[in-house]
């Protein structure tokens, strides 16, 4: 598949937008997660029968040839079984191109792009031809691990129709099931999109992923240096050569209560578990299933903790995006991989408090946005 060439100055990125400004309406909400359960049985045959290296050495071109006939199958658009099937040949040979890249790198040797650089052994992993030489059979059996997938919650769109309304209000129109029926979905795109975007349902919701050119900024070279504290209470506490400020002061505030209302909601779960063992060593499995069923879900536990953590990501980015964009030219803070002892007691409460502190989404901002 051809790939889009890279602009000077200018990155391309993944974006997410939410399906649907109010809630979708019951047919394109059926529509939807019946086209996703039926390509993801598409998908998952693919990979049960091509997974393994029957696909090895073939390109999607070939492997149109053979699936095209048995389309018919899962009663799909031409359009959305094409791009799936594509989508999902490219996972394989990316498997692939990852099991060659490692059996290259034991032999001392570099996995290269561009054809006119590839060495010989890899042309010859690249294609069937390794199977007749014992060497690479082994290293081949070493590091390739056969695929499976279930992923039933995806749809990969390339052909659609995008359009902004009066209102403000992108909608997205591709083909449906039933032929000459399209399906018309509003999204909160800041704008109109181009090339091809995936459908991907979570905890109930649809959103879209798609990608989009961003403009990177050069590296700064004049301005001062300043130092960061990563702390709990906040997310950034500067030093004094920016004025000793301190970036989102409610970040441990919101820790803190999602903390006490995991102890205390995993207390009563757990309360409720003991009923459901007892019943079960009374024999009395209806009412087991019944506590179970009603009492011991996880969707709005889900709900929750996806809340949390959009709620979490979006104060340390905004936080970051502050610090940034202050005309300086080096931030400096410390490194929190490393385990620190203490001999200090600390109560419970504090010690669960820190085990949830979310400094990973701390540095995964600091390295993004600067």
Same mark, same amino acid.
Request: aromatic share 8%.
């Given at each position: ?13 993944? !974006? ?50 053979? /699936? ?50 590839? @060495? ?25 691990? !056969? ?63 798609? @990608? #989009? ?34 970036? @989102? ?7 803190? /209560? /999602? ?11 757990? !309360? ?47 936080? #970051? ?30 010690? !669960? ?18």
């Amino acid at each position: 598949m051809a790939r889009k060439k890279k602009v000077k100055g200018m990155k391309t990125v993944t !974006r997410i937008a939410i399906v649907g400004t109010l809630e979708l309406n019951k047919w394109k909400s059926e529509e939807l997660d019946t086209i996703s359960s039926r390509l993801g049985s598409l998908r998952s045959d693919i990979w049960n029968e091509y997974g393994s290296l029957k696909a090895w050495g073939l390109s999607e071109y070939d492997l149109d040839k053979i /699936l095209r006939p048995s389309n018919g199958k899962y009663k799909l658009p031409a359009k959305l079984w094409e791009t799936t099937l594509y989508d999902v040949l490219c996972d394989i040979h990316t498997v692939q191109a990852s099991c060659i890249e490692k059996v290259l790198k034991s032999l001392g040797l570099r996995y290269e792009k561009f054809t006119d650089k590839k @060495s010989v052994a890899q042309h010859v992993l690249e294609s069937r031809e390794w199977m007749n030489h014992p060497k690479l059979c082994t290293l081949v059996r070493k590091f390739w691990y !056969r695929g499976h997938t279930h992923v039933a919650n995806q749809i990969v769109v390339k052909e659609y129709n995008c359009q902004t309304d009066s209102n403000g209000v992108v909608w997205i129109q591709f083909s449906g099931l039933k032929k000459g029926k399209v399906l018309r979905i509003p999204a909160t795109l800041k704008g109109e999109i181009t090339g091809q975007f995936r459908l991907i349902k979570r905890l109930g919701k649809w959103y879209i992923h798609y @990608s #989009t050119d961003i403009k990177v900024e050069p590296k700064r070279t004049k301005g001062r240096s300043i130092g960061v504290d990563r702390g709990y209470s906040e997310v950034y506490a500067t030093s004094t050569s920016d004025g000793a400020r301190f970036l @989102s002061k409610d970040f441990g505030e919101i820790q803190t /209560l /999602l903390s006490d209302y995991r102890s205390q909601k995993g207390k009563s779960r757990n !309360r409720i578990r003991s009923v459901v063992e007892k019943a079960k060593k009374k024999g009395d499995y209806a009412k087991a299933e019944r506590i179970v069923n009603s009492n011991l879900g996880r969707i709005k536990w889900n709900q929750r903790e996806a809340s949390f953590k959009g709620r979490i990501k979006t104060l340390v980015f905004t936080a #970051t995006v502050q610090l940034m964009n202050d005309a300086i030219k080096a931030v400096a803070f410390e490194d929190l991989t490393p385990t620190f002892t203490t001999k200090k007691k600390r109560s419970k409460r504090t010690k !669960r408090n820190l085990s949830s502190w979310t400094k990973g989404v701390v540095a995964s901002a600091l390295e993004q946005v600067s």
